[in-house]
């Protein structure tokens, strides 16, 4: 079951209000879901739904929750995120389609994963959270692993390599340029094996050919502000995600990496429905 909290803040967005989503913002504690001081300082007790797995790599905490559970439109999006491979699949062979379009065109939702990653710095510096998204008996299942000490990184790297064979499509936000390349090396540098074979869409590029001339930048704040109607109130600016989790390394407590998980869900939310929005469809 899922936290009240993150039920609750993700239960309030809505597609066309252009409203913020509040949430307290109070300096001396973690910012980003509801009230900072209903987070427990308990990993396990934040997020209930999550376990510790073991690898032949060592130990990684690992969250599958389904989207029904943490956002109340999810119906919606899982139709229309099914609807947007139906349309490219629909078009026939030969037919000259956008670059994106193509890749769906030949993938299959089910091996098709939208992913989003938190690292603790620029290259060279530690990965700790792979979340993902993937269609799986009529529903989104979204998944984390999260490493909950350095030590843990070729854990969490480890599970996703052996996720890679079960991919055809990866989809990302600026992937191609940080996510893809930062695990690529990171798994070199703990000398894991894995073959990518996988088609790689990053969102980034048709959305700076399709809205780039009607908004001030591509950022996916701004496309989640203009495309899904919403914005972030309270959310945790991403140059504060590093030294959160150089502090919940320290300090082993929850409420400092607990909006981390959050700002990694909603920005895999915001993929969904700019993927939607690429492929030119509507949430019924």
Same mark, same amino acid.
């Given at each position: 079951m899922l936290s009240e909290v993150l039920r609750s803040r993700l239960s309030s967005l809505r597609r066309g209000h252009g409203h913020p989503v509040h949430a307290p913002a109070d300096p001396a504690e973690p910012r980003g879901i509801g009230s900072p001081a209903r987070f427990s300082s308990s990993l396990s007790e934040c997020f209930p739904e999550g376990a510790m797995c073991q690898t032949p790599h060592g130990e990684?905490?690992?969250?599958? #929750? $389904?989207? *029904? !559970?943490?956002? $109340? =439109?999810?119906? $919606?999006?899982?139709?229309?995120?099914?609807? &947007?491979? =139906?349309?490219?699949? =629909? @078009?026939? !062979?030969? &037919?000259?389609?956008?670059?994106?379009l193509e890749l769906l065109r030949c993938a299959s939702p089910e091996r098709t994963a939208l992913i989003d990653t938190e690292t603790a710095g620029f290259h060279g510096r530690p990965l700790f959270l792979i979340g993902l998204v993937r269609y799986h008996r009529g529903d989104l299942i979204l998944t984390q692993y999260f490493a909950?000490?350095?030590? +843990?990184?070729?854990?969490?790297?480890? +599970?996703?390599?052996?996720?890679?064979?079960?991919?055809?499509?990866?989809? /990302?936000?600026?992937?191609?340029?940080?996510?893809?390349?930062?695990?690529?090396?990171?798994? #070199?540098?703990?000398?894991?094996?894995?073959?990518? $074979?996988?088609?790689?869409?990053?969102?980034?590029?048709? /959305?700076?050919?399709r809205w780039r001339a009607e908004l001030?930048?591509? +950022?996916?704040?701004?496309?989640?502000?203009?495309?899904?109607?919403?914005? *972030? /109130?309270?959310?945790?600016? /991403?140059?504060?995600?590093? @030294?959160?989790?150089?502090?919940y390394v320290r300090e082993q407590d929850a409420r400092f990496i607990a909006p981390v998980f959050h700002h990694n869900r909603l920005d895999l939310i915001t993929m969904i429905e700019l993927l939607i929005a690429l492929t030119g469809g509507v949430r019924a």
């Open positions: 990684v905490f690992a969250c599958d #929750v $389904s989207l *029904r !559970e943490i956002h $109340s =439109e999810a119906d $919606s999006l899982v139709r229309a995120h099914l609807a &947007t491979f =139906e349309r490219a699949a =629909e @078009q026939a !062979e030969g &037919t000259a389609l956008p670059h994106h909950r000490d350095y030590a +843990q990184e070729a854990a969490l790297l480890g +599970q996703f390599a052996d996720l890679l064979p079960q991919i055809d499509l990866l989809i /990302s936000f600026n992937g191609k340029a940080f996510d893809w390349p930062f695990i690529r090396d990171r798994m #070199v540098y703990h000398r894991l094996r894995f073959q990518p $074979s996988f088609a790689h869409l990053d969102l980034l590029h048709p /959305s700076r050919r001030p930048n591509c +950022q996916l704040k701004t496309l989640e502000r203009h495309l899904c109607g919403r914005w *972030r /109130s309270g959310d945790i600016p /991403s140059h504060e995600i590093p @030294q959160r989790y150089h502090s």
